[in-house]
T-cell receptor, first 114, second 112 residues
Framework: DQQVKQNSPSLSVQEGRISILNCDYTNSMFDYFLWYKKYPAEGPTFLISISSIKDKNEDGRFTVFLNKSAKHLSLHIVPSQPGDSAVYFCAATSGGSTLGRLYFGRGTQLTVWP | IAGITQAPTSQILAAGRRMTLRCTQDMRHNAMYWYRQDLGLGLRLIHYSNTAGTTGKGEVPDGYSVSRANTDDFPLTLASAVPSQTSVYFC???????????FGPGTRLTVL
């Protein structure tokens, strides 16, 4: 049962435009959300996160929005650059859990073309 | 060493053979994890360890075992490899008071 869903396996955006990657979750106990970026032949790298007490977190060109009532979050990249081309994974966890297990979506391949 | 290292980078293995994937971190993180990544399935948790001396099963533990003799090392063993274990394996660690996990570069394993 997929508790974190990324329904778009791929997204293609022109350089300079906005990229919007979406993620939905089903478990209302999740209270911390993360985005990871993955290049081919490398491990996932942490990009940005958001706690459920916030609805927005911004870091440079990257902004994550959280809509708890809809159980939906999105990652905005503005402006998009060719170097942003990678697979983006959404992940969620229950902060109170000692396990600290992350539940991952299946990823979205972002391609930014010149 | 900086961060998490994994070895080998890649391996081709005959079915039925035993294989240990190595993972070492130098961040003194208590928690460590093993994931596998398969096309279209994202990252799935195999085993985890909250601290040295303890381990637990994740989402897809069958056919795998782990040990955590010390803080830095978290090896993953396939006792008798099968073709369905062909995958890319990632080790990750997490420090205290944070939910962010940091990943190693991965091991690409092919079981024939």
């Amino acid at each position: 049962d997929q508790q974190v869903k990324q329904n778009s396996p791929s997204l293609s955006v022109q350089e300079g435009r906005i990229s919007i990657l979406n993620c939905d979750y089903t478990n209302s106990m999740f209270d911390y959300f993360l985005w990871y970026k993955k290049y081919p032949a490398e491990g996932p790298t942490f990009l940005i996160s958001i706690s459920s007490i916030k609805d927005k977190n911004e870091d440079g060109r990257f902004t994550v929005f959280l809509n708890k009532s809809a159980k939906h979050l999105s990652l905005h990249i503005v402006p998009s650059q060719p170097g942003d081309s990678a697979v983006y994974f959404c992940a969620a966890t229950s902060g109170g859990s000692t396990l600290g297990r992350l539940y991952f979506g299946r990823g979205t391949q972002l391609t930014v073309w010149p | 060493i900086a961060g998490i290292t994994q070895a080998p980078t890649s391996q081709i293995l005959a079915a039925g053979r035993r294989m240990t994937l190595r993972c070492t971190q130098d961040m003194r993180h208590n928690a460590m994890y093993w994931y596998r990544q398969d096309l279209g399935l994202g990252l799935r948790l195999i085993h985890y360890s909250n601290t040295a001396g303890t381990t637990g099963k994740g989402e897809v533990p069958d056919g795998y075992s782990v040990s955590r003799a010390n803080t830095d090392d978290f090896p993953l063993t396939l006792a008798s490899a099968v073709p369905s274990q062909t995958s890319v394996y990632f080790c990750a660690s997490r420090g205290q008071h944070t939910d962010t996990q940091y990943f190693g570069p991965g091991t690409r394993l092919t079981v024939l």
